[in-house]
């Protein structure tokens, strides 16, 4: 075996040595960005949610009898019926 | 070369394998401690990388949500986060400072104080949004863990019903009684860790998934519990009361629609369910359903009530006005303490101890809340000569407002005492029904025939006794009013002005009941009487349901047991839910403000000084104002009940009292003698009836 061949072996090695590093680190490389992608997503459906609980709650907040009553008779001039201006009729139930 | 000396070839020899030796101890050593390490330590190494590398995390379980019985949600889990600080980490102090008071809203001393210091570790206050805590990713020694946190979505509704959660446990009300069914199982997860400890993301092995805790339908309903809060809140505000309660069921099936206390201005207590006190008038349903029930005594049955003032025992029991005789029926009506005493005195201990004891006094009712009291019935044994007869009005026991809701419900109910329903039903995180609340009778109490003949009764007294301020045009009530002293914190009666607790209870309609209300107001001011201060706020409560989207009453069986009432005479057209103010200038719902002020009347006025007039024109003057007048005897007027400079509302009925007044005993009614059984030591004064 010639010293030249010995030198292309050599070569041959490193280089498919070098070719296994850079594609782990490659591997490696790409995965950190797929996680890191995964978890900026994850914390913006956090902040999705978030708002959307608050707009919910602001929803729940309007629904509520005390402020309904409040802006009926402030904008509407309505009040809460008495009792003789209440017509019953008989299609509710229970 | 002549100064060196060289060592000889046996030196040479004994070195070489001295230091062969010596490597090959050394070698010998380093196997040993690795054959230590890789077999005999072999578990505990392996540990400590892993727990190096991997790191076990508790995943808390959602807590069940708590709904109404619309499924309405009255509180939910959602995820907050804390904010950690690692002073010795922080690169930047001033940028950490001005993150976190522009992001989380805290003060400038407060971030500054938890951002130094020589601390490793400090938390900042509070729990904070996703939002909010978004702008602090990134900057170092800042840490943010995500942590589920209760949220009461309705703006504090039904506070103390629902309790609260602290530490993931849950305190006080339906989130401490139902807390192992809300709670549900935590779980756990491995999580990687990278050489500086920091958690990898996406390197997550769940070993054990988090059980999500069931969600609790209540048999509450939302807008019922809200005009509940809002009726006892004006109550409160318009009495000058310390407190209060309202509790609002279903007679028929024992359902609790509405429930809430206010104590020292606060709804976080359940006064209602934990607080106990002497029921006074409101008990004398009870002892006519003792009487009754034992046939001991008949409605028609008469006493003399002397003046209004009876002394046994050496201890005078006294009305408010009134006296001569009066019938069980009249006794009840005008809420005679004479009256009821001489009565209950027809009766054995026994007999009447098992009637109260029936009806649930003395015995928690069983609802799923945490300390609920028992109340106080003593046995008859323990009974002093006076006992029979304090506890035909009301003294001498104890009870909570939820006791007396649930036996005025089973005088609703042809005599069952139910048992009080506050779960609905139970839900597996799927919405899968796990478990249902279904009515639960109790026993009865008495039998149906008694509470029929004591309907008619209980509705007279809204309609001309002591009730007259629940009366409603458009439905009859059945209630029976309360007043009775209040105790002070040595267990002893308060003899201050105003220190009485005034209660009312009501079914709803009277002749096919669907509702119960009871009312119970602690120290109104000025006007004190359960039918003065307690009575308005069931009607206005009542009313106020009526006109609600949802309550959970059968309009149809309520068209149909309406009484026929002729149209008003206001201009006003009739609207279902609300009504309009007109040219009025806009008021924010002042009724709410004021539940006296509502229903039949309109303005509230007050009873005439009539005190020496003649019948004639005392019934002119109260004509006049609206009022409706029980005329007794004839001559001048002696005093009016109410009496003169009381709150009133057109409507409502004065008894007008007159010097001649001696009114015959019923020629059909048997009378009845009471004799005492021997004198006692009693020495209190009587309180007040109804």
């Known amino acids: 075996m010639t010293g030249r061949v010995r030198m292309g072996r050599a070569i041959l090695v490193l280089a498919l040595y070098a070719a296994a590093l850079t594609t782990v680190a490659w591997r490696q490389s790409t995965t950190r960005e797929t996680i890191e992608e995964i978890g900026r997503l994850s914390r913006e459906l956090a902040v999705e949610a978030d708002e959307r609980e608050a707009l919910a709650r602001d929803v729940l907040s309007l629904e509520q009898r005390r402020w309904v009553a409040a802006e009926a008779g402030r904008r509407l001039g309505l009040r809460p019926p008495r009792e003789e201006e209440v017509v019953i009729t008989s299609g509710g139930s229970r | 070369m002549t100064g060196l000396r060289r060592p000889s070839g046996k030196n040479l020899r004994i070195r070489r394998r001295f230091l062969l030796v010596t ?80 992001h989380l809203g805290v003060r400038t001393a407060t971030a500054r104080r938890v951002s130094g210091g020589t601390g490793t570790w400090n938390v900042v206050p509070g729990r904070y949004s996703m939002t909010q805590v978004e702008g602090l990713r990134g900057l170092k020694g800042v840490y943010v863990e995500d942590e589920p946190s209760r949220l009461y979505p309705r703006d504090g509704l039904a506070r103390g019903l629902l309790g609260v959660v602290q530490d993931g446990v849950g305190m006080g009300g339906i989130e401490q009684s139902m807390d192992s069914v809300l709670a549900g199982q935590t779980g756990r997860e491995i999580v990687g860790r990278d050489s500086r400890g920091r958690e990898v993301p996406g390197q997550v092995v769940v070993v054990q998934p988090p059980v999500a805790g069931r969600d609790v339908v209540l048999t509450i309903d939302q807008d019922l519990q809200a005009i509940a809060e809002e009726m006892l809140s004006a109550a409160i505000d318009s009495t000058g009361a310390r407190g209060g309660d309202l509790v609002i069921t279903d007679p028929v099936t024992g359902e609790i629609l509405a429930l809430t206390s206010v104590v020292d201005g606060s709804n976080a207590a359940l006064s209602a369910v934990n607080t106990t006190y002497e029921p006074g008038s409101t008990i004398k349903p009870f002892t006519a359903a003792a009487l009754l029930r034992h046939r001991v005594a008949e409605l028609s049955d008469s006493v003399d009530t002397e003046d209004g003032s009876w002394r046994i025992h050496g201890r005078r029991i006294s009305d408010i006005g009134g006296g001569g005789w009066l019938t069980l029926r009249d006794v009840i009506r005008e809420s005679s303490n004479v009256g009821m005493a001489k009565f209950a005195g027809l009766m054995s ?189 069931a009607r206005a409560t009542i009313e106020s349901l009526l006109a609600a989207r949802q309550a959970p009453i059968d309009r149809g069986a309520l068209a149909l047991a309406a009484r026929h009432v002729p149209p008003p005479s206001s201009p006003a057209p009739l609207v279902r ?114």
């Open chain 2, 349 to 537: 201990r026994g007999q009447q101890y098992t009637t109260l004891r029936d009806f649930g006094f003395g015995t928690p009712t069983g609802v799923p809340l945490p300390g609920e009291a028992s109340g106080v019935l003593r046995r008859p044994e323990q009974w002093s000569l006076l006992s029979n007869h304090s506890l035909s009005y009301g003294y001498e026991l104890a009870v909570t407002p939820l006791q007396m809701a649930m036996a005025f419900g089973a005088l609703a109910n042809d005599g069952l005492l139910m048992e009080p329903i506050l779960i609905r039903e139970v839900r597996d995180h799927d919405g899968t029904p796990a478990r249902y609340g279904r009515p639960r009778p109790v026993r009865h109490a008495v039998p149906p025939g008694v509470t029929e003949a004591l309907t008619p009764v209980l509705v007279n007294v809204v309609e001309e006794g002591t009730g007259t301020r629940a009366r409603m045009s458009s439905f009859r009530l059945a209630g029976k009013s309360g007043t009775t002293r209040a105790i002070g914190a040595g267990g002893r009666y308060e003899h201050k002005q105003g220190a009485y607790y005034a209660s009312f209870g009501a079914s709803f309609p009277a002749d096919d009941p669907q509702l119960l209300v009871f009312v119970r107001l602690d120290r109104p001011q000025g006007d004190y009487y359960g039918g003065q201060t307690a009575a308005p706020v």
């Open chain 2, 23 to 102: 490597w090959l101890l050394v070698a010998a050593v380093l196997i040993a401690r690795a054959v230590e390490v890789q077999l005999v330590e072999r578990a505990a190494w392996a540990a400590e990388a892993l727990a190096q590398h991997e790191t076990s995390k508790v995943v808390p379980a959602a807590r069940g949500r708590i709904l109404d019985r619309n499924g309405v949600e009255l509180a939910v889990s959602h995820m907050r986060a804390a904010v950690g600080i690692a002073p010795r980490e922080i690169m930047d102090r001033e940028l950490v400072v001005a993150a976190l008071v522009e």
């Open chain 2, 577 to 690: 839910f609300a009504a309009a103010i007109g040219d009025a200038p806009p008021d924010p719902w002042p009724a709410a403000a004021d539940p006296q002020s509502r229903g039949a009347g309109s303005a509230r006025m007050t009873v005439p000084l009539l005190e020496g007039a003649s019948i004639r024109v005392a019934l002119r003057r109260l004509h006049k104002l609206g009022l409706r007048v029980r005329l007794e005897g004839g001559g001048v007027v002696r005093a009016t009940v109410p009496g003169a400079g009381a709150g009133i509302v057109p409507g409502d009925t004065v008894r007008v009292l007159t010097r001649e007044h001696s009114p015959p005993a019923p020629a059909r009614a048997r009378t009845v003698n009471v004799v005492a059984a021997g004198d006692g030591p009693g020495t209190r004064a009587d309180r007040t009836g109804g």
